[in-house]
């Protein structure tokens, strides 16, 4: 990557119903965003385009039928970026932009007249026939298509084998259009839906991008794909899908807040910030569902052979990002309840600090249930030590400072300023918790008033 790349330009008169269109890394990352933009619309028939720029990024593309050129005849979602299909079928794409997959979601098919739920249910959330055609046969105009459909997304990508060369024609309509015998049983649901997908793994490569009810694993679709979706810990073989490039750490923080807000606030979420190894460019994992003292990097990367996860090439660990869990009854404090509930709980800060002292420079970004944004950075080594002394001290099982701010003995207030004395804690996006953007300094943690708590 040569610079941080610019977001597509909308002029004044894009109307307003068309999305913001990002920037990803990788394909797969900007399938992932498409994918997710189609949540609401399951069972509806879309095609969309997954570009890559001259600088090597990727970003999605609406298609638009020849005769639908106008925004109010655009299927939703609509992007900036169009790719248009001509009458005879030919793909028209923007100057500076190659085409790299299409993604497509489908009406729910009709079930065959013998065939078993669970057969009806592997071709409702497969390709079709002719998705896979597209991109096995020798004319084809791109490599790789996703299916999006129940929660899923799956990649087909070319490998261009033999055996695919041989299967396409098999695949392929005649010559006046008509389908093939094949083609013609399996949309009728009297071929197994297995066997397409058992042609599919053995011509190209199918992957689980994002698990959904019936591709519950996210890796490579092998011939023993039934078998392997019962293993609990299958090991980790792709990258996690990121987000989109963030330019610094406020933008950082406004993808989180704006993620969290999608996600249920009962379970805990959790995550890594990227960051460029030479540039100011930032990249989020997607949270996923995961006590923070049990989290880790090898939760979410794949091992090199010696056992060690494997990061995006050009990318280090900027930090690790959490959710808060909701805390009981009996563990809230007789004062300041609002700002105890929306930070660091004190075994999750011990589990952070830890990780800083590992590595310094790795950054704490926390979400509150609020909406906040925080985060905990340049640690100061001596003090971080004495909270972390101060952190490791129990009684009966539970942590005493966790005690003494149950008890009143140590006001919530005071125990963020012990966090703000040992580092710089911020606050990234404000909250009504946490109204003023910016250091938090020690005696003078700038926080609204619970007005339902006693002072």
């Known amino acids: 990557m040569k610079s941080t790349p610019p977001e597509v330009v909308v002029s004044s008169s894009t109307p307003d119903s068309f999305l913001p269109n990002p920037v990803f890394v990788t394909c797969d990352d900007a399938a992932a965003f498409l994918h997710e933009s189609l949540k609401g619309q399951q069972g509806v028939e879309f095609s969309g385009f997954m570009l890559k720029n001259e600088e090597g990024h990727f970003l999605c593309a609406t298609e638009v039928m020849h005769g639908e050129e106008s925004a109010d005849t655009q299927k939703e979602p609509k992007f900036p970026l ?35 739920n669970v057969e009806w249910i592997q071709r409702k959330l497969f390709f079709s026939v002719s998705d896979l055609f597209e991109v096995m046969t020798r004319r084809r105009k791109f490599s ?39 083609e013609s049983l399996y949309e009728r649901g009297e071929v197994p839906g297995s066997i397409l997908v058992l042609l599919a793994v053995a ?34 073989r792709r990258m ?10 406020r933008e950082v923080a406004r993808y989180l807040h704006t993620k969290m807000q999608t996600l249920s606030s009962t ?29 880790n990097r090898e939760a979410l990367f794949p091992k090199d052979r010696h056992g060690n996860p494997i990061l995006p090439e050009t990318f280090r660990v900027h930090g690790f ?5 909701p805390l009981p009854t009996n563990r809230l404090p007789p004062t300041d309840v609002e700002l105890y509930k929306n930070f660091f709980s004190p075994a999750d800060l011990r589990v952070g600090l830890n990780r800083v002292v590992m590595a310094p420079h790795h950054r ?69 918790v946490w109204p003023q953007a910016g250091k938090v300094t020690v005696s003078t943690t700038v926080v609204s008033v619970d007005p339902e708590a006693p002072q």
């Open 203 to 236: 011509a190209g490569e199918v992957v689980t991008v994002v698990p959904g009810s019936l591709w519950r694993k996210r890796g490579e679709l092998k011939a023993s794909w039934r078998k392997d979706m019962l293993q609990q810990n299958p090991p980790i």
């Open 144 to 182: 790789r298509c996703y299916v999006s459909g129940s929660g899923g997304l799956l990649s087909y990508t070319s490998k261009d084998t033999e055996f695919e060369q041989e299967l396409s024609r098999q695949l392929g309509r005649k010559p006046d259009g008509r389908l093939q015998s094949f």
């Open 364 to 432: 704490l970004f926390l979400c509150t249930p609020d909406g906040a944004v925080l985060r905990f950075a340049k640690p100061e080594s001596e003090k971080v030590i004495e909270l972390m002394a101060k952190l490791d001290l129990y009684t009966n099982g539970q942590q005493d400072i966790e005690q003494s701010i149950t008890t009143g003995a140590l006001r919530p207030r005071a125990y963020v300023d012990l966090v703000a004395a040992a580092g710089a804690l911020g606050v990234l996006y404000t909250s009504k």
């Open 267 to 295: 379970q805990q979420q959790v995550g890594i910030v990227l960051k460029h190894k030479t540039q100011e460019v930032f990249v989020v994992t997607l949270p996923i569902a995961c006590d923070y003292a049990s989290f």
């Open 82 to 116: 169009v790719v248009s299909v001509s009458a005879n079928g030919a793909l028209e794409v923007p100057a500076g932009y190659t085409l790299q997959a299409r993604l497509l979601s489908h009406v729910d098919m009709v079930r065959g007249l013998e065939e078993s």
């Open 240 to 249: 996690p899908v990121c987000g989109p490039i963030l330019k610094d750490a």
């Open 321 to 325: 990002y959490q959710s808060v869990n």
